[in-house]
């Protein structure tokens, strides 16, 4: 199979909501979460404990780290070219290029709007937006590289399927 290309740039707003649906509690985070529970509970103060955890773990992951990661990390506002082939997935920016083998991916999953690519249990997961494809035929082939490379879970779509089973 010959490689998909895609082109695409995040706006701050798209880049926020992907970030929001693709988050998931780090060691970092979950080690201060515990920290935090811990010390309330030793206070006796365990309804606080609870809040305090909850309130923390949202403000980290769906306010400080979305923001810090788009004023922060080299290309992220810059167009992207995308290569999915057999082999991985390769970004190109005009600051970097990174090259990453499916092996690399334990899963992956489709949301609304969202195909989210996780590497391991403790990182956030990779998103790309559906609008992203051209065309049904370049997602029906994006889905079946998921499907071959990844444990997926993807929505039904026997119409996307199709175009990739047809000669």
Known sequence: MEDLIVEYRWTRSEFYRAVRKSA?????EGLFILVAAALS?????VIFSVLFCIVLWALLSYVLRP???????????????????DKGITT????????????????????????????DKSSVAIPFRKSIFVNSVDEARFRSLLRIHTNTSLRPNAE???LVSEP
């Open 160 to 162: 996307l399927d199709k």
């Open 92 to 119: 190109a920016t005009t600051s970097r290029i990174t090259a990453v083998a499916w092996s690399r991916f334990d899963r992956s999953r489709e949301t609304s709007d969202y195909y989210l690519i996780i590497r």
């Open 24 to 28: 998931r509690v780090t060691y970092l």
């Open 67 to 85: 923001l810090l990661w788009w004023k922060k990390v080299p290309g992220m506002k810059e167009l992207r070219q995308v290569s999915f082939s």
């Open 41 to 45: 509970i030793f206070f006796h103060i």
